[in-house]
Nanobody, 115 residues
Framework: QVQLVESGGGLVQPGGSLRLSCVGSGSILSGYVMGWYRQAPGKQRELVADLTSRGYTNYADSVKGRFTISRDNAKNTVYLQMNGLKPEDTAVYYC?????????WGQGTQVTVSS
C-alpha cells in the first residue's frame, strides 16, 4: 500500500511560482509512474504532468514550458515546479503513483492563482 502526501499549495498572484511536493511512504516510488493531476470546480480531473521510472516526461499542452515535474528517489518524493502561474491554473492538485493497473492518490493540495 502506498500513501502519498502533497504539500506546497497556496495562494499566489498571476505570474508567480509554487513548488508542490509529494512524499510517498509504504513503498519505494522509483519504479512507479508518478503524475500530477488537477481538478478545478465543476471540471473533470485532468493530467498535468507525469514522469516514468526511466525519466520520460509528459505534459499537458496548457502547462508546457511553465511546469516541470521531477523526482528525488533518495527522498521518495516527486515535485511539480510551477512558474508563470495563471488564474486558470487554480485547482486542487493531486499526486498519483501508478504501477501497471494499480494507482494511488494523495489527498490533494489547493492552488489558487488570483490578484
Amino acid at each position: 500500500q502506498v500513501q502519498l502526501v502533497e504539500s506546497g499549495g497556496g495562494l499566489v498572484q498571476p505570474g508567480g511560482s509554487l513548488r508542490l511536493s509529494c512524499v510517498g511512504s509504504g513503498s519505494i516510488l522509483s519504479g512507479y509512474v508518478m503524475g500530477w493531476y488537477r481538478q478545478a470546480p465543476g471540471k473533470q480531473r485532468e493530467l498535468v504532468a507525469d514522469l516514468t521510472s526511466r525519466g520520460y516526461t509528459n505534459y499537458a499542452d496548457s502547462v508546457k514550458g511553465r511546469f516541470t515535474i521531477s523526482r528525488d528517489n533518495a527522498k521518495n518524493t516527486v515535485y511539480l515546479q510551477m512558474n508563470g502561474l495563471k488564474p486558470e491554473d487554480t485547482a486542487v492538485y493531486y499526486c498519483n503513483a501508478r504501477w501497471g493497473a494499480t494507482g494511488y492518490w494523495g489527498q490533494g493540495t489547493q492552488v489558487t492563482v488570483s490578484s
